[in-house]
């Protein structure tokens, strides 16, 4: 799973708000509710944010492992179901689609 709380503590360390985010550079308000959730966003958000933000991307996000998707790819790999595998992903793709619709 990846996290954004580095993203927080980044701003924060570089005096740059939401609110100047949103109002100076144009930043998405939806971007930043899906990055205070957690919630997938594109490898082009994360660029404009590095580029704001003067820094890289490990000062935003970082992985951590998830015991529950992890849980389900094991079981999923001792049935030999690559496809169950790739709709996982999908799945947690188009509930994350949901989320902004």
Known sequence: MIIYDRLWETMKRKGISQYRLIKYFRFSSGQLGRLRKNRCVSTHTIDILC???DCKVEDI??????P???LEIKNMIAQNNSETIASLYSDQNAE???DTG
Request: negative net charge.
């Open 61 to 66: 996000m970082e992985f951590r492992h998830d």
């Open 96 to 98: 994350n689609k949901a």
């Open 68 to 70: 529950a998707i992890e």
């Open 51 to 53: 580029a704001i933000l």
